[in-house]
């Protein structure tokens, strides 16, 4: 994981949203420096390059510090391709999802992109022309060294936009709990082991808070109880955070994984918020 | 038939005793540690032929009639629970913990499943006679039945061991519940063909009835499981709740009951599946979870087990050669299959002898096995009581043997070593750091500079003083085992504590660069050793190692 990303790509299209995501990733490109590669999957014909021209003009980019990159074919194998190629530290793509014609299409392309991509993913939700930047970080941690360095980077990340908010959280989940609890008889019941568990769990997530030093942005931590993957999930999308930072480092995607979704698979599969994932 | 009042009048005479008695006796064994499930068998034991039908022969026979409408109302009861009890079993199961844990899970499940079944299958299909074979045509099955009896486990006892060993959120513990889960899912499975091949396939072939099973688990756990995850946030918002969703579960689950024994095999299969796919919903909270079992384990649960004990007579019924068999190849099979998978799975030896006690217990879900074959006349009486045996066996010797291999249990108190206790008289923090480092690493055989070297970064980077005279130099560094040594020193040294108080018991912890939790774990079991701040300054006042922790273990 570099930081701040060196080069940025983007798998630009020209769905309704595409001019507005190409504006999100110029405030990027800014905000960290950084060199910029379009991807574009189509035939470069005249009529497309020059809708490409006026959409990088009107956005504000330099139009000679901007490589594009036409590809044909699979979009999402090609895109995956590239991003290797080019040496891509963060790939922008949008959701689509709330396209509903190229929906299916397109939001598989996006989801290939996710699991699939060798370099970090940031897969903006809704883009905006006005790119306001991120103000409200969530990050999800299992306290290993890889989901360290994913809250690290988001924190610089978080100080770069002048957040206001940054929340850790951390999933518990104990499967047969509550067979479990009614073996040990009446004296117990599930919620109170939960509740015994939270606490252990949120004094550890405090000490893992305090070992990481980070100064500037005030941090919240939760401990959240649930399926773990889609308990992050559900708080990211009902607390209206702007970015939701996951570590993709360790996790290799399996075709098991999609049929019983479990930790990042959920966020992948039902977009909370706009989703970074660093690799 | 109908029942005449004196029927309804002996009917609820008689669950209404059998519930008092499994409540008693469940109560007193929970008391003491050990599964209400072993007390509930018991009080039916008593209840039975075994005792009070030997006892007092003519109020037993009013009580528990053979052959009259109350029989019938009472059996009608002892299914409806059975199928309440696999379909609760199935909410528990989640597919993805079997997903997540991958390769060690599956390991673990298959072997636990493939060497128990090998030996029994073998035994019983080669000496029938000697495991006590029913009928001699149905030798097929009955080895598949006695293979399947032996690889079945229990996710209810054994998550309840793991969470009195204080293992349940670990690793060890998480595989071991996923490799649980996978084997009841096969087991079931497995065990449903077996039926099938022995009982009433209502009309259709066996073929027949072999494609619509596994067309059904797969409609059931692919397709339905979506469908179900979206109609519970609908219900649970839209109806009473827990009503709404309770009657969901249970309702879902007797219709997938029906239909499986529709086709031919056991309703109890339907059951399991629909609870699966039930509880595999994210929506599905916790609270419904607890609800369910509360009701079926106080009520249903009792009656089933209560039931067993009716059944048949423990005493007429015992073989000790069988029951040595079965015990020995269940502890063989179950102990060794999961020991080797775990082991390829690369897990070290004792984890994967604790994983392998750790899913022997079979509980609950072998009797539910065990009275089934009997009912289909698949096994001899003699038989279920092995069964039976062995499953209490099982379950209450699983813990004491996990126990036993997971001994080296990394928590602050095991870790703590006499030798490493020092009273000291330094006035600089890196001085005590240093010689802390030096007692461990010549304790340790280590590299004591490199391990410095760390310890200081660490310390530059954030002062570890905490509070009430505490401080907390730590490292990640290269070993295999966490180790701590203490100094108390006479004055205090500033390690920049947020009370402002000088640090006068410095804790140095080294943990393996690979264990990030353990290092959190021990930090805070540290941290709130020193809340009090009376109970520090008692602690400061020992003079000697013993003293101090012996005052530190019981602060």
């Not at chain 1, 015994?196 to 401990?223: D, H, S």
């Not at chain 2, 310890?455 to 905490?466: A, D, H, L």
């Not at chain 2, 005279?469 to 040594?485: E, F, G, Q, T």
Request: hydrophobic share 50%.
């Amino acid at each position: 994981m570099h930081f701040p990303f060196k080069k940025l790509g983007l798998a630009l299209t020209f769905s309704p949203t595409g001019f507005a995501l190409l504006k999100e990733t110029k405030r990027l490109k800014e905000l960290f420096n950084s060199e910029i590669v379009l991807i574009h999957s189509g035939k470069k014909d005249d009529e497309s390059e020059q809708k490409i021209g006026e959409m990088i003009d009107n956005s504000g980019l330099a139009k000679q510090s901007t490589e594009i990159i036409w590809v044909q074919g699979n979009p999402a194998n090609e895109i995956l391709k590239v991003t290797k190629s080019k040496n891509v530290d963060l790939l922008i793509a949008g959701a689509l999802e709330k396209e509903p014609v190229l929906k299916y299409y397109l939001g598989s392309v996006a989801r290939k992109i996710m699991r699939e991509a060798s370099s970090s993913v940031l897969i903006i939700e809704s883009p905006s022309e006005a790119a306001a930047g991120f103000k409200k970080f969530c990050v999800s941690t299992d306290y290993s060294q890889d989901s360290e360095s994913v809250i690290k980077l988001s924190y610089q990340f978080a100080l770069m936009e002048n957040a206001h908010e940054f929340i850790i959280v951390r999933d518990i989940y104990t499967p047969g709990l509550s067979s479990a609890a009614m073996e040990s008889g009446s004296t117990s019941n599930a919620e109170e082991v939960i509740s015994i568990f939270q606490k252990e769990e949120e004094e550890k997530l405090n000490m893992f808070v305090r070992e990481l030093n980070l100064k500037g942005i005030p941090v919240i931590v939760k401990c959240l109880y649930g399926r773990e993957g889609w308990a992050e999930r559900d708080f990211v999308q009902n607390n209206n955070i702007d970015i939701f930072a996951v570590n993709g480092k360790t996790k290799k995607f399996y075709f098991f994984d999609r049929l019983f979704p479990n930790e990042l698979e959920f966020s992948i599969k039902h977009l909370p918020s706009n989703l970074l994932i660093l690799r | 038939m109908q029942l005449t009042s004196e029927n309804i009048v002996t009917f609820l005479l008689s669950i209404s005793l059998m519930l008092l008695s499994a409540k008693l006796i469940g109560e007193l064994f929970n008391k003491i540690g050990q599964p209400a499930v072993v007390g509930e068998i018991i009080a039916g034991i008593i209840l039975g032929p075994t005792v009070f039908g030997s006892l007092l022969p003519h109020t037993y026979n009013w009580l528990f009639p053979q052959n009259n409408g109350v029989k019938v109302a009472l059996d009608g009861i002892v299914n409806l629970a059975v199928i309440m009890l696999l379909l609760v079993s199935g909410l528990e199961v989640d597919l993805s913990v079997v997903v997540k844990e991958g390769k060690t899970a599956f390991l673990t499940g298959v072997m636990g499943i493939i060497i128990p079944f090998a030996l029994g299958f073998t035994a019983a299909y080669f000496f029938p006679h000697l495991l006590g074979i029913k009928d001699d045509n149905l030798k097929l099955a009955f080895a598949l039945f006695i293979g399947i009896a032996l690889s079945i486990s229990a996710l209810p006892v054994i998550v309840k061991t793991l969470m009195d060993l204080g293992i349940f959120k670990t690793e060890i513990g998480y595989i071991i519940v996923a490799a649980a889960m996978f084997n009841d899912i096969v087991g079931w499975l497995i065990f449903s063909i077996i039926l099938s091949m022995i009982g009433a396939n209502n009309g259709h072939t066996f073929n027949q009835t072999l494609i619509l099973l596994i067309a059904f688990t797969l409609f059931v756990l692919l397709i339905l499981r979506k469908i179900i995850n979206k109609i519970i946030p609908w219900i649970q918002k839209n109806l009473n709740f827990p009503g709404g969703v309770l009657n969901f579960i249970l309702i879902l689950g007797f219709l997938s009951a029906a239909f499986t024994e529709y086709i031919g095999i056991h309703a109890i299969f339907g059951s399991f599946i629909m609870g699966i796919a039930i509880g595999d919903s994210v929506h599905i909270k916790e609270r419904t979870k607890e609800i369910i079992q509360q009701f079926i384990t106080n009520i249903f649960a009792p009656l089933f087990f209560v039931s067993i004990g009716l059944t048949v007579n423990f005493i007429t019924n015992f073989n000790f050669l069988i029951v040595a068999v079965i015990l020995i190849f269940a502890f063989f099979g179950k102990v060794i299959g999961c020991g080797i998978g775990a082991r390829f799975a690369g897990l070290n030896k004792n984890d994967s002898l604790a994983v392998g006690f750790g899913m022997n217990s079979r509980g609950a879900m072998e009797i539910i096995l065990g009275i089934l074959a009997f009912q289909y006349g698949l096994i001899h009486a003699n038989v279920f009581v092995a069964l039976v045996i062995m499953a209490l066996v099982t379950s209450v010797s699983s813990a004491p043997f996990m126990k036993y291999f997971l001994k080296v249990k990394e928590n602050l108190l095991n870790i703590l070593s006499p030798n490493l206790v020092l009273f000291t008289n330094f006035t600089d923090k890196n001085e005590v750091i240093k010689e802390l480092v030096n007692q461990v690493s010549k304790n340790l055989k280590l590299n004591s500079d490199q391990i410095y070297r760390e310890v200081i970064e660490r310390e530059n980077s954030i002062p570890t003083g905490i509070a009430n005279y505490l401080a907390i130099p730590h490292a990640r560094v290269d070993i295999s085992r966490p180790a701590i040594a203490i100094a108390i020193n006479k004055k205090g040294i500033d390690f920049e504590a947020s009370d402002g108080t000088p640090s006068r018991i410095i804790f140095l912890l080294l943990t393996p660069k690979s264990k990030n939790e353990l290092q959190l774990k021990l930090l805070v079991e540290i941290v709130n050793k020193f809340k009090d701040k009376q109970k520090v300054e008692q602690l400061l006042l020992s003079s000697n190692t013993t003293d101090f922790i012996s005052m530190f273990k019981n602060s």
